[in-house]
């Protein structure tokens, strides 16, 4: 296919097969029939065994919800550590290592079908079962929103890697569709990986993606809609001269993935950025191409940041600096930025930077050199990764969706058949009050689901107070808080508070000056399981305030083969600003956007007490030098309809 074809087709057309893109027969990697037959099986074999032993010694459920034991509360058993997944084909570790004690043994917990039951969610993204990880190639085609993700068909944990696919409307309702890609071919019989779309000007459907091969080296490959005029776009037809893209000289054969949504350069090519890493050194690379099948090496990387180690999911888009609309992927110019963001696979957190692209040199450069990607700002403070943006033509949106884990064990998942949630969609536009970051906020559909308010003003709240809040069912919320404190207060203390992190200094019950001051969700009663998200200022010795947002998981449950660590960081107050939040609490998750959404902390929590109709909701102040005045309107959510 030409150029001339991609930009003047009228309707669509396959890519036609070709050979002059291909690697040379020494590279090709295709499997021999009968070896990879056995091969399966033997793979089909050793994963059952360890299935088998995974599930050794877990506590039984019977179906009252009850452990099927003697004692009510029988004691918890000890299994092994987690078997890593993932790591060995190439990828980040999917399993949850940092239960792991130093003895290399984790307790489980003695959990009942009603705890288990309670933590699937009502209005976020998850298939019926199994494993679900990053999403994929997010795209709008007539009249409907379409997610592919990271699915494991057979099971609740990473593994067979196929590309699930479901569609909405609104990006909150979904309808579950057949799987749109699954591991069939040489090139990705290990996985089919992460990948992007590319909407041409025409309107055809580029989805580039990385396949891991029969012998475990990641290449990119290309597929396309079988009938475009298909608007639920049901059928998927791999490329037949894949792959497209091998790793080049230098770039090691397990570190050369997730190809990015393609734009346009100054000569008229498109180019493509991946992910790579050289030594320690976290590298972007971008190739060009006129046909999608073709594809030239540019000599300069996009960006590279040492001491970063393997970028995956790069993430790379331009946001307007004085505009609200979100932009093209392609577009470049006066009074726009571009985001770099990265996916670090060595501490599995997103990282991003705002900065200029100049597209003659290709050369991205981050506005703060302190803040650079990997080393600066993060997409999300909590249990966040392989996030990935599209832009909403139908809205004139950046779109932003994020595959948050499990924190519990791998055995808990096993028992309640499933793992992992996609977050609720966010739109993302540039900060144009600090011009330093980019501000995140759930899209305006999931407002369609609150149904009663409740709303509380002017709540005084002094030193230690601790205010419950009377809204019904406390699984399903919206919460809309702001805080005011006197100003002057502030100004006129002393003290300094050095040294202060949401994560290290003691959590909700540390008490300082001035916080932390918030909400408490998920609680019971007797806040013997509690999930507080907060603010906390801290005076430095220059007398300068800096203003924290915090999530502390330390007691969010009694379990104990459950994460509870405290997540959070600064958040830029300016002047006239009082302190706002929201949070999205849904089941086992909570969502909290402080200071409209300059920071955001995702959260996965297990509360064995606080559940169904023992979930509370609390205002509190837990400084000491302040008093407090609160505002929240709170609203009940309603189940999205996912079927």
Same mark, same amino acid.
């Given at each position: 296919?030409?150029?001339?074809?991609?930009?003047?087709?009228?309707?669509?057309?396959?890519?036609?097969?070709?050979?002059?893109?291909?690697?040379?027969?020494?590279?090709?990697?295709?499997?021999?029939?009968?070896?990879?037959?056995?091969?399966?099986?033997?793979?089909?074999?050793?994963?059952?065994?360890?299935?088998?032993?995974?599930?050794?010694?877990?506590?039984?459920?019977?179906?009252?919800?009850?452990?099927?034991?003697?004692?009510?509360?029988?004691?918890?058993?000890?299994?092994?550590?987690?078997?890593?997944?993932?790591?060995?084909?190439?990828?980040?570790?999917?399993?949850?290592?940092?239960?792991?004690?130093?003895?290399?043994?984790?307790?489980?917990?003695?959990?009942?079908?009603?705890?288990?039951?309670?933590?699937?969610?009502?209005?976020?993204?998850?298939?019926?079962?199994?494993?679900?990880?990053?999403?994929?190639?997010?795209?709008?085609?007539?009249?409907?929103?379409?997610?592919?993700?990271?699915?494991?068909?057979?099971?609740?944990?990473?593994?067979?890697?196929?590309?699930?696919?479901?569609?909405?409307?609104?990006?909150?309702?979904?309808?579950?569709?057949?799987?749109?890609?699954?591991?069939?071919?040489?090139?990705?019989?290990?996985?089919?990986?992460?990948?992007?779309?590319?909407?041409?000007?025409?309107?055809?459907?580029?989805?580039?993606?990385?396949?891991?091969?029969?012998?475990?080296?990641?290449?990119?490959?290309?597929?396309?809609?079988?009938?475009?005029?298909?608007?639920?776009?049901?059928?998927?037809?791999?490329?037949?001269?894949?792959?497209?893209?091998?790793?080049?000289?230098?770039?090691?054969?397990?570190?050369?993935?997730?190809?990015?949504?393609?734009?346009?350069?100054?000569?008229?090519?498109?180019?493509?950025?991946?992910?790579?890493?050289?030594?320690?050194?976290?590298?972007?690379?971008?190739?060009?191409?006129?046909?999608?099948?073709?594809?030239?090496?540019?000599?300069?990387?996009?960006?590279?940041?040492?001491?970063?180690?393997?970028? @995956?999911?790069?993430?790379?888009?331009?946001?307007?600096?004085? @505009?609200?609309?979100?932009?093209?992927?392609?577009?470049?110019?006066?009074?726009?930025?571009?985001?770099?963001?990265?996916?670090?696979?060595?501490?599995?957190?997103?990282?991003?930077?705002?900065?200029?692209?100049?597209?003659?040199?290709?050369?991205?450069?981050?506005?703060?050199?302190?803040?650079?990607?990997?080393?600066?700002?993060?997409?999300?403070?909590?249990?966040?990764?392989?996030?990935?943006?599209?832009?909403?033509?139908?809205?004139?949106?950046?779109?932003?969706?994020?595959?948050?884990?499990?924190?519990?064990?791998?055995?808990?998942?096993?028992?309640?058949?499933?793992?992992?949630?996609?977050?609720?969609?966010?739109?993302?536009?540039?900060?144009?009050?600090?011009?330093?970051?980019?501000?995140?906020?759930?899209?305006?559909?999931?407002?369609?689901?609150?149904?009663?308010?409740?709303?509380?003003?002017?709540?005084?709240?002094?030193?230690?107070?601790?205010?419950?809040?009377?809204?019904?069912?406390?699984?399903?919320?919206?919460?809309?808080?702001?805080?005011?404190?006197?100003?002057?207060?502030?100004?006129?203390?002393?003290?300094?508070?050095?040294?202060?992190?949401?994560?290290?200094?003691?959590?909700?019950?540390?008490?300082?000056?001035?916080?932390?001051?918030?909400?408490?969700?998920?609680?019971?009663?007797?806040?013997?399981?509690?999930?507080?998200?907060?603010?906390?200022?801290?005076?430095?010795?220059?007398?300068?305030?800096?203003?924290?947002?915090?999530?502390?998981?330390?007691?969010?449950?009694?379990?104990?083969?459950?994460?509870?660590?405290?997540?959070?960081?600064?958040?830029?107050?300016?002047?006239?600003?009082?302190?706002?939040?929201?949070?999205?609490?849904?089941?086992?998750?909570?969502?909290?956007?402080?200071?409209?959404?300059?920071?955001?902390?995702?959260?996965?929590?297990?509360?064995?007490?606080?559940?169904?109709?023992?979930?509370?909701?609390?205002?509190?102040?837990?400084?000491?030098?302040?008093?407090?005045?609160?505002?929240?309107?709170?609203?009940?959510?309603?189940?999205?309809?996912?079927?």
């Amino acid at each position: 296919m030409t150029t001339t074809d991609l930009e003047h087709a009228t309707s669509y057309s396959p890519l036609p097969d070709s050979d002059h893109h291909r690697p040379p027969p020494s590279q090709w990697r295709r499997p021999i029939t009968l070896l990879s037959g056995i091969f399966l099986f033997m793979l089909l074999f050793s994963s059952l065994i360890a299935l088998v032993i995974n599930q050794h010694g877990q506590q039984q459920i019977a179906g009252d919800g009850t452990p099927l034991s003697s004692n009510s509360a029988p004691a918890a058993k000890k299994v092994l550590e987690p078997i890593s997944r993932g790591v060995s084909q190439g990828v980040s570790e999917k399993s949850n290592f940092q239960l792991s004690s130093a003895a290399a043994v984790v307790e489980t917990y003695p959990w009942t079908n009603a705890m288990l039951s309670w933590q699937r969610t009502g209005f976020h993204f998850q298939p019926p079962k199994n494993w679900m990880n990053d999403p994929n190639g997010p795209l709008y085609h007539m009249g409907w929103y379409h997610l592919f993700y990271q699915y494991n068909p057979d099971a609740a944990v990473w593994g067979n890697i196929t590309w699930g696919h479901a569609i909405s409307t609104d990006l909150i309702n979904w309808y579950h569709l057949p799987f749109a890609m699954v591991p069939d071919q040489w090139y990705d019989i290990k996985g089919v990986w992460t990948g992007s779309a590319t909407i041409l000007p025409d309107g055809q459907i580029v989805m580039m993606y990385t396949g891991d091969t029969n012998e475990e080296v990641q290449v990119q490959n290309l597929a396309y809609p079988a009938n475009l005029s298909d608007p639920l776009l049901l059928d998927w037809v791999k490329y037949s001269g894949n792959p497209v893209l091998t790793p080049p000289p230098g770039i090691g054969s397990k570190d050369f993935r997730d190809p990015t949504t393609a734009w346009v350069g100054p000569n008229g090519k498109w180019r493509v950025a991946l992910g790579t890493k050289v030594n320690k050194t976290g590298i972007t690379l971008v190739y060009e191409t006129t046909d999608f099948t073709s594809y030239e090496l540019l000599d300069e990387v996009l960006h590279a940041v040492p001491g970063t180690g393997m970028w @995956e999911c790069v993430d790379f888009y331009p946001v307007s600096t004085t @505009e609200s609309n979100g932009l093209d992927t392609s577009v470049n110019g006066p009074g726009i930025k571009h985001v770099l963001k990265s996916s670090l696979d060595d501490n599995k957190h997103d990282y991003y930077a705002l900065g200029t692209y100049d597209p003659i040199s290709n050369k991205w450069t981050p506005d703060n050199p302190d803040l650079d990607v990997g080393i600066g700002l993060r997409v999300d403070y909590g249990k966040y990764y392989a996030s990935k943006s599209f832009y909403d033509q139908n809205k004139q949106r950046r779109l932003l969706l994020g595959w948050t884990g499990e924190t519990d064990s791998e055995a808990a998942d096993i028992l309640k058949g499933w793992a992992s949630l996609q977050t609720i969609p966010r739109e993302v536009v540039f900060d144009k009050k600090t011009g330093k970051n980019i501000l995140q906020w759930p899209i305006k559909e999931v407002e369609k689901l609150r149904s009663k308010s409740t709303v509380y003003k002017k709540v005084l709240l002094e030193p230690g107070s601790l205010v419950p809040l009377d809204i019904g069912a406390a699984t399903q919320l919206d919460i809309i808080a702001t805080f005011d404190i006197d100003s002057t207060v502030l100004e006129a203390a002393l003290e300094a508070d050095v040294g202060y992190n949401c994560t290290t200094s003691g959590g909700s019950s540390s008490r300082g000056a001035f916080g932390p001051f918030g909400l408490v969700v998920l609680a019971d009663e007797s806040r013997t399981e509690q999930t507080p998200v907060y603010f906390y200022i801290a005076k430095g010795t220059d007398g300068v305030a800096s203003t924290y947002f915090c999530a502390d998981q330390s007691k969010s449950s009694t379990a104990s083969d459950v994460v509870k660590l405290i997540y959070g960081s600064t958040v830029p107050v300016l002047d006239g600003e009082n302190f706002s939040m929201r949070l999205l609490v849904d089941h086992s998750i909570v969502e909290s956007f402080g200071q409209g959404g300059r920071t955001v902390i995702t959260s996965r929590v297990y509360p064995t007490k606080a559940i169904y109709s023992a979930a509370k909701v609390f205002l509190f102040n837990n400084a000491t030098g302040i008093t407090v005045t609160a505002n929240v309107n709170a609203w009940n959510m309603d189940s999205a309809n996912i079927k």
